[in-house]
């Protein structure tokens, strides 16, 4: 069975950082990429980041360029969420989700399989 597990979550003042982890088992990692999202109460999900299979490609939306990162641990069938600066308007909880296809998308409706949510909090 798919199963993705996110975590890594937690509290942290404006400005501080945060690494989220999703460690994934049941498909071949190296093939399929995987997108991170979150969503806040009362908001819609929203795309945050993904990754490529092949290349490692990413694409990151708007709101978290420049303070984001995302990598892949082929190795280690993980992806980590590398959060920096982070600000209030970040505060949600964060799924990994799984997209049956090697090329990265940060629209939920390209994915198949989600983890559970991890929780991230940014207090100012």
């Known amino acids: 069975d798919v199963q993705l597990q996110a975590s890594g979550g937690g509290l942290v003042q404006a400005g501080g950082s945060l690494r989220l982890s999703c460690a994934a088992s049941g498909f071949t990692f190296d093939d399929y990429a995987i997108g991170w999202f979150r969503q806040a109460p009362g908001k819609e999900r929203e795309g945050v980041s993904c990754?490529?299979?092949?290349?490692?490609?990413?694409l990151y939306a708007d709101p978290v360029k420049g303070r984001f990162t995302i990598s892949r641990d082929n190795a280690k069938n993980t992806v980590l969420l590398e959060m920096d600066t982070l600000k209030p308007e970040d505060t949600a909880a964060y799924y990994c989700?799984?997209?049956?296809?090697?090329?990265?998308?940060?629209?939920?409706?390209?994915?198949?399989?989600w983890g559970q949510g991890t929780q991230v909090t940014v207090s100012s």
């Open positions: 990754i490529s299979s092949s290349d490692g490609s990413t």
């Open positions: 989700a799984l997209r049956l296809s090697g090329l990265g998308s940060v629209h939920q409706v390209d994915y198949s399989y």
